[in-house]
């Protein structure tokens, strides 16, 4: 059985919502045995817990503890980066989801370690449209699928990695979705979703399944 933990909620994201569609993601895999879900807090990370060796660590979280009473105030020194890195090196696997790329350094070893990070996004939601590459590691995947979403916009070296996933909307076009391996582990990064409806909807589900199998080397299920 592997081991998933996921870290979810900040200051902007409620983590009741990001463990619903968690939990749709992975039920065939908990249903049948393959995965346990343990979940987790950033301090948890922070005190250094990574040597228990979790499968998957999937963080949905972001740098800054108080954003608006204490914009400098975060959680992620250098040192616990390195332990991130030397994690996924020696043979773990990294889901950086929606504000897991938020405000880590940009020069860090956390952010080398998943070559790409988050830059900015619209002040108002908007209809975003997700379209899938197909012919990546993760399978024939091409398609669409579309929800009102905070439109993350990410720097990301994409000769570096392989991107699975783009995204489109009013304001323009972004990356929002790309994998590798580092060392002997994988890292996978994914920028939607912020709200519940894009967090539940069927056709980011069906992918984040596909992430996960990628991630765990998991047995296929009928996604």
């Not at 817990?49 to 499968?55: A, C, E, S, Y």
């Not at 250098?78 to 405000?103: C, K, M, N, P």
């Not at 582990?185 to 069906?206: D, K, S």
Request: proline share 4%; aromatic share 12%; with cysteine.
């Amino acid at each position: 059985m592997r081991t998933i933990w996921a870290v979810v909620g900040d200051f902007y994201h409620e983590a009741e919502p990001a463990r619903k569609s968690i939990e749709q993601v992975l039920e065939p895999f908990l249903a049948n045995g393959q995965t346990e879900l343990l979940y987790k807090e950033v301090s948890d990370l922070a005190a250094g817990q990574l040597g228990q060796k979790p499968d998957l660590v999937i963080l949905f979280a972001e740098n800054r503890l108080e954003p608006q009473s204490d914009p400098e105030a975060s959680w992620m020194t250098e040192d616990i980066g390195r332990q991130f890195e030397t994690y996924v090196s020696g043979g773990g696997a990294w889901l950086a989801w929606h504000s897991g790329l938020a405000s880590y350094p940009e020069d860090g070893a956390y952010v080398k370690m998943l070559r790409g990070y988050f830059l900015s996004h619209p002040k108002e939601h908007s209809d975003v449209t997700y379209i899938l590459a197909g012919g990546t590691v993760l399978g024939e995947l091409e398609g669409t699928f579309r929800f009102k979403d905070e439109h993350y916009f990410v720097a990301c070296s994409e000769q570096e990695t392989e991107v699975f996933l783009r995204s489109s909307s009013r304001d323009g076009e972004a990356i929002a979705g790309w994998l590798h391996p580092y060392g002997e582990g994988r890292v996978a990064c994914v920028t939607p979703a912020h709200l519940a409806e894009g967090l539940l909807n069927e056709g980011f589900i069906r992918l984040m399944r596909r992430v996960v199998v990628w991630s765990l080397q998991l047995e296929p299920v009928d996604v």
